[in-house]
């Protein structure tokens, strides 16, 4: 018996092959800017390999190009989108260029904010990290002014409301090393388990503290290996991959 082609979803092939993550996808099909066999494509197209897919005019080839991942070293200064009005020097300035794929961040760091960036061409791997479903812990070293009352730590991780938002830490805890009270700032590690804009900032805000400096220094079970320095890279090898996939969720990847 002959078996039936399967059909997949056009925003999923087309992120599969690493032009963007789906809700981009889904974007560029409302606006027009995808064709399927001459007509122009709709949210809730299915595809065929056999089918002809145009993107802005461009054919695209459905097989699927080998993904890749990097782990990056973000430093403070750089922005996390693909354009800037402002000129701002990019982290995707700093990676490798690519032929008919696109780097897609996991995540966003703002423009003051260092440190563990991911980095993958794979759009559904992509989305899967970023979901708040994944619950994938995000760890950061904040240096914070002044001393910190231990009542407003306990405010942190039981949850302040900003923005209509219930916004808290999962965990805080002074750095051992920096616990002398007459120095003028103090570090903490804190972690949260989504990653609002601008999150961490906005919790030290609500309780008086200033943050003068902040670095993402874990992100699940990525951490920043010491031979990767500030604004560098790392293209991550299959046992990286594999916990990637693991992280996400995905198993039976390589």
């Given at each position: 018996m002959e078996e039936t082609p399967k059909s997949e979803k056009l925003q999923k092939v087309l992120a599969n092959k690493g032009l963007g993550s789906r809700r981009e996808l889904e974007s560029w099909i409302e606006a027009r800017r995808i064709y399927v066999n001459g007509k122009v494509a709709k949210l809730g197209d299915r595809v065929l390999i056999s089918d002809e897919i145009k993107v802005d005019g461009r054919l695209q080839n459905q097989k699927a190009r080998p993904q890749r991942y990097l782990l990056y070293n973000k430093p403070a200064g750089e922005v996390c989108s693909q354009r800037d009005d402002k000129k701002r020097k990019k982290v995707f300035d700093s990676l490798p260029k690519l032929t008919g794929q696109k780097w897609i961040s996991v995540g966003r760091l703002d423009i003051n904010t260092?440190?563990?960036?991911?980095?993958?061409?794979?759009?559904?791997?992509a989305?899967?990290?970023?979901?708040?479903?994944?619950?994938?812990?995000?760890?950061?070293?904040?240096?914070?002014?002044?001393?910190?009352?231990?009542?407003?730590?306990?405010?942190?991780?039981?949850?302040?409301?900003?923005?209509?938002?219930?916004?808290?830490?999962s965990d805080i805890q002074m750095s051992p090393t920096l616990e002398d009270e007459?120095?003028?700032?103090?570090?903490?590690?804190?972690?949260?388990?989504?990653g609002k804009n601008r999150e961490v900032r906005k919790l030290w805000e609500s309780q008086g503290c200033v943050v003068s400096r902040l670095k993402r220094v874990r992100y699940g079970t990525f951490f920043i290996p010491s031979s990767v320095k500030v604004g560098q890279y790392k293209e991550l090898g299959k046992n990286d991959v594999r916990a990637l996939h693991a992280l996400a969720g995905i198993n039976g990847v390589l």
């Open positions: 260092s440190g563990l960036l991911l980095f993958t061409t794979d759009g559904f791997l989305n899967k990290l970023m979901h708040p479903s994944s619950r994938i812990e995000r760890e950061y070293a904040v240096r914070v002014l002044g001393n910190v009352h231990p009542s407003r730590i306990e405010a942190m991780k039981s949850g302040v409301v900003i923005d209509n938002t219930l916004m808290k830490f007459k120095r003028a700032n103090q570090w903490f590690y804190v972690v949260l388990m989504e």
